[in-house]
């Protein structure tokens, strides 16, 4: 392996999902992993140990996962851009210093290879049903951002948007893969450091004696400072002023959580990202994210040369959820179907946008392996024939022959 002065490993690689997304961090200079070691999410850290040298990054593997996202807060307040890695389980146990995280306003990058759940499940499986948990994990009000990847080259380009958008809001960043993508080997075009667009962190250029560690821009973010860099504050989870000193009363709570919401719902037509292919003239589309995407862009091939009017809706960016354009595709066709690798989550968010527009259907993806089109293909012409709208979900289930 060469990297460029940077740290940068330029050039195209045959790369695992797990080995491109420790490229990707280190490209967007992440210089802290902190984790806990859990199947299938060791490609990562063993990448990262291997390159921590060349570039000067640092390492660390805490007792449990608990303590590993703690460090990786902590160390993001001395101006690390930081990451941990986890599973299913290691997942669970990182909530509560989730919500600290989004309290604290503090950027980091959490990757989650998911697996067979719930318990331990099987570790070795690809799921998805850990999407619901990355944005409601956490208790109290809050916005979050998570990408879903399909192959081991968005692995590497969605942790650097990931940390790009971690940096920008101030908020963590959940990368939400699975045990196939994560172990997938592909190709990965890795462009030169100056072609890879990075966010700064936005650091506070005032008075040393004036900063205010809360105190918000028009976009609800705060610029940030080092820890150790002579200014004095206080950072708390509890409600707290623009100093970072508790605060407890019912007013404050308000100005400390509204933005917390604000930052991210305010600009989702900026963070939402997704990818289109043939929803001009289609009847259905199907709406999917992650490895289900692989298998759904090739039914919208395979159905189109039967004669079958059908689009695709890949969600690039899970959360915020693309909501508005949900809606709007809702008024132009006869049904969404949304193939998922669990029992039914974001297909309950098709729902709700869909306001009762379009048929629903659903089904559970991977059975027959992840890249198995047939079921989909047969759910989609089985949509493709409703003439009437249904309320609720219709849970597609493979017909005996």
């Keep these: 392996m060469k990297a460029d002065k940077s740290g940068v490993l330029t050039g195209s690689h045959i790369l695992s999902g797990n080995e491109a997304c420790a ?43 608990v303590s590993a996202l703690a460090a990786v807060l902590g160390a993001s307040w001395t101006g690390k851009k930081s990451m941990t890695v986890t599973s299913g389980p290691g997942f669970s146990l990182m909530m509560e210093h989730l919500g600290l995280g989004v309290m604290l306003e503090t950027p980091c990058v959490i990757v989650e290879i998911q697996m067979v759940g719930p318990g331990l499940g099987l570790p070795t499986r ?33 942790t650097i948007k990931a940390f790009n958008l971690s940096e920008r809001y101030r908020v963590p960043v959940a990368l939400m893969s699975d045990a196939y993508v994560a172990q997938l080997k592909e190709k990965v075009a890795i462009p030169s450091a100056d072609q890879i667009n990075i966010e700064p962190r936005r650091y506070y250029g005032g008075p040393r004696d004036s900063y205010l560690p809360f105190k918000r821009d028009e976009d609800f973010v705060p610029p940030m400072v080092d820890i150790g860099q ?8 509890l409600t707290h002023d623009d100093r970072g000193y508790p605060i407890m009363f019912e007013e404050c709570q308000e100005y400390n959580v509204h933005p917390l919401v604000r930052k991210i719902r305010d600009f989702t037509d900026k963070i ?14 199907i709406i999917s994210y992650g490895v289900s995407s692989r298998a759904s862009l090739k039914v919208v091939e395979q159905a189109r040369s039967k004669g079958h009017k059908v689009g695709s809706l890949k969600l690039n960016t899970v959360w915020p959820f693309p909501e508005k354009r949900v809606a709007e595709l809702a008024s132009q066709v006869k049904a969404f179907v949304v193939p998922e690798m669990n029992f039914g989550q974001v297909v309950q968010e098709v729902e709700r946008s869909a306001y009762g527009k379009a048929n ?20 989609v012409e089985e949509a493709s024939q409703m003439k009437e709208t249904k309320c609720g979900i219709t849970e597609w289930k493979k017909r005996s022959a």
């Design 126 to 158: 690809p799921a998805q049903g850990d999407i619901m948990q990355s944005r409601w994990g956490s208790h109290g009000d809050y916005e979050i951002i998570a990408f879903a990847p399909s192959s081991a080259q968005e692995m590497f380009d969605f």
């Design 360 to 379: 629903i259907f659903f089904l559970t993806h991977g059975d027959n392996g992840v890249e198995y089109a047939g079921d989909i293909l047969a759910a």
């Design 272 to 285: 939402i990202d997704i990818e289109e292919k043939n929803t001009n003239d289609a009847e259905v589309v």
């Design 230 to 237: 002579g200014y004095r504050f206080h950072v708390t989870g």
């Design 23 to 65: 490229e990707g961090a280190l490209a967007a200079g992440c210089r802290f992993l902190g984790l806990y070691p859990i199947v299938p999410s060791l490609e990562v850290s063993k990448r990262f140990l291997q390159r921590a040298p060349e570039v000067g990054a640092t390492f660390i593997q805490m007792e449990d996962e």
